[in-house]
C-alpha cells in the first residue's frame, strides 16, 4: 500500500516559540522544546516524527516561516 | 532509533521538498510578536507575487502600525506612508504608473480610522489598486488601544472595562461599507489562524492581483487576524478567542465579487 | 521671443505645469488658486501629454498622491491656499524626510484660521521656517508677477530633483488672480520610464533583477542613523543657501535706506522707491526671491552701506525676523505691513520708511 510520509524542519534558531503549529496538526506531531534557542524562545520540533504526512498545516499558519515541509511516498 | 533516523534523512530530500519560505522574503526575522497573523499575511502575498511572477511590476505601501518595517521583509520596491494615508499614496503611484501592481497593507487603525477618507475614496473611485486590511480590532504598535474595529465589551488599554458603544461608538464594519461602493469590484473577509483559511486568504490575494491587471476596480481584502499581546493571551488562546469572539461578528466570506456584485 | 499670452498668475502656474513635461497634478479646490486645478481640467492634459490630473478628497490626499507618485520619480505638484497647506503640512514633512522632490504652490490668504480669502503674505514662517514637525526645509520660491509664477514652475521642478527636496512657490492672492502678459515656453516632453529608472535609481518602479529593492521611507528607529540623516540633510540645506540663493536689486548701488520686500509687496516698494528718488531720497529695494534660502549674506553687505532697513510685508511681521537676524544689529530694521487682505499702499509704506527710518533716530 502506497503511504505518504513528511518531516518538518525548524529553524530553531528563527523559531519564536508561539506554538500556533501545534494544535493545526492533525497527527499531534509537534511540541515545544524545553530548551532555548539563543533569543530564549522554546523552539518547535517533531516529538512524534513518524506519524508526520507532510500535510503542511503548520507551515501554513507558522507566522515566520520558519518550517519547511517534505513529503515521500513510501511503501508499507 | 537508529532506523527512525535513516528514514528521517531518507525523506528530508531537496525533491522531497513541498514547502519553503518564499525567496521574496527576505532573510530579516519578523519583528512580530510571537503568534501573530502578520507574518503570515507578508508571507501569502509575497508568495502570491513570486507566483504571479510580478516583482519587476509591484509596488507596495506599508501603513504605520505594526507593520511599518514590512518593507525590510518583503523585497519589492516599497514605500512608507503616513499614518492611514497608503491609499492616497497608492493613488498617486497608480495613476501615474498604471501598468504596475499597486497594493496597500493596512492595520484597522490605520484603515478605518485615521484613514477612513483616503480608504473610502480610493475605493469609491475605484482605483485599479488592491487593499490588504488586517484588522486585529486594537491597536498593537501603541501598546493595545481602542481601534475602530474593536469589539462591543472588548478590553483595551482605553477600554479598560470594555468598550462601552454608547460612549466609544459601535465597531465599524468598514468591509461592509467599501462592499457598498461602485468603484470596488471584490471585497471579501479572510483569516489566517487556520490552515485552510489560510488557503482561501492566498486565492483571494491572488484574485484581486488579478482583477488589477483586468484593471477591474479596486479589491479589497480583509484578513480578521489576533494580536495577542494587545488582547494579553497566549497565541493559540488568541487565536480561539479570535475564532469565538471576532468571527460571529466579522463573518468571513466574499461579499462582492466581479460576478456576483 | 515666445508666444504672448495675457493670463491669470493661477492660469500661468498650470499652462506651465503641463509645458515643462510635468507627469500629474493632484488638488483640492480652495479660493483664491481653484483656477489652477480648474484651468488643467480645461486643457484636458492627459490629452495634452498624457499629464494625470485629480481632484482629491482632501487637501491630505493630494499631498499623498503627490508623495506616491514622486517616491516613483514622477514629476507631480500641487496646489493649494493657507488652510489647505496647513492640512498639507504633514504630508509635506514626510515627503521632505523621504528626500522626495515635487512642486507645491500656497497662494496664500489671510489667517489665521478661516481668515479671509484675500492675498496676504502670513504663511512666510510656516513656509521658511519647515512648517510641519521636524528639522527640514522647502526651497521657497517668491513670485512677484504673472511671468515669474509661469516661470518658477520649471524652476522649482529643477531645483526639487537637483536637490531631492520639496520646493514651494509662495504666491499670494493678488498674483494668483492678477493678468498680465506672460511668455509662454516651448512643450517639454514627459520623461519616458526608461529615462526615469536612468536618472533617477532611487524611484520605486519595480525591483528588477539587477539592483536591490528601493524603499521610499522617512522612517529611522536608530538614534544614531536618525542623527547622521539629520546632518545630511542639513548639508544638503548647507548647499542650497551656497548655491541657489536669488534676489533682486532696485538701486541699491547708491542706496542710504534700504526696502526688502518679497512678492505683491516687492511690486508696492518698486514704486515707493521711485517715488523717493524722485524726492531725491537714496532708497533702494532688496526683492528676495528665494525666501529659502534668504539672501542673508547680501543683506548683511549692504547693512554695511545703508543708514536702516525696513521689511515690507502683508503680515503681522515674519521676514522681518530673518531681516534682522541677517543685519545682525549693524543697523536699524523696522517693520510696516497691512493684514486681513489689505495690500499696503506705495504712500504708506514711504511715509513709513521716513517715520521709522530715515527721519527717526
Ligand atoms: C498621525 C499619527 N497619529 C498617531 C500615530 C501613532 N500610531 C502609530 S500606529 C497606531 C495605531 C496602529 O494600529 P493599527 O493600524 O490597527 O495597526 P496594528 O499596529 O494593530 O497592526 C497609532 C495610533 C502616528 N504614528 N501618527
Ligand atoms: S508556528 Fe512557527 S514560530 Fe511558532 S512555534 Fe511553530 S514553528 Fe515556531
Ligand atoms: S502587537 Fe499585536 S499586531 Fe503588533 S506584532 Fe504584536 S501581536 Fe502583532
Redesign the interface.
Known sequence: MAKV???I?VDTE?C?????C???CPFDVIELAKEFNSKG?HYAYMKN??ACT????C??????????????KVRV | MDE?QA??E????KE???????KL?TDK??H?????????VH?LLMEVIEELDIQEKTIGIAPVGCSVLAYHYMDIDMQEAAHGRAPALATGIKRTLPEKYVFTYQGDGDLAAIGTAETIHSCNRGENITIIFINNGIYGMTGGQMAPTTLENMKSSTTPYGRNVKQMGNPLKITELVAQLPGTCFVTRQA????AY??KTKKAIKKAFKYQKQEMGLSFIEIVSNCNSGWKM???DA?KWLENNMLPFYPLGDLKTPEKK | MGELRLMKGNEAIAEAAIRSGADGYFGYPITPQSEVIEHLAAQKPEERTGMTLLQAESEIAAINMVYGAAGCGKKVMTSSSSPGISLKQEGITYIAGAELPCLILNVVRGGPGLGTIQPSQSDYFQSVKGGGHGDYHLIVLAPSSVQEMYDFVELGFDLAFKYRNPTMILSDGAIGQMMEKVEIGEQKPRLTEEQIKEKYPWATTGKTKDREKNVITSLELEPEKMEQFNRKLIEKYRKIEENEVRYEEIQCEDAEYLMVAYGTSARICQKSVQIARNEGLKVGLLRPITLFPFPRKRINELADQVKGMLSVEMSSGQMVEDVRLAVNGKVPVEYYGRMGGIVPSTEEALKDLKQKIIGGK
Open positions: 510520509t513528511g518531516r524542519v528563527q519564536k516559540g508561539c506554538g500556533v501545534i494544535p493545526v524562545f516524527p513518524e507532510g500535510c503542511m498545516n507551515a501554513l499558519v507558522c507566522p515566520d516561516a520558519v518550517i519547511k515541509v517534505y513529503r515521500k | 527512525q528514514k528521517t531518507d525523506i528530508i530530500k522531497n521538498l513541498v514547502f519553503d519560505k518564499t522574503l526575522a519578523f512580530y510578536c510571537p503568534g501573530c497573523g502578520h507574518g503570515v508571507r489566517v489562524h487556520k490552515p489560510v488557503r497566549t497565541p493559540n487565536n
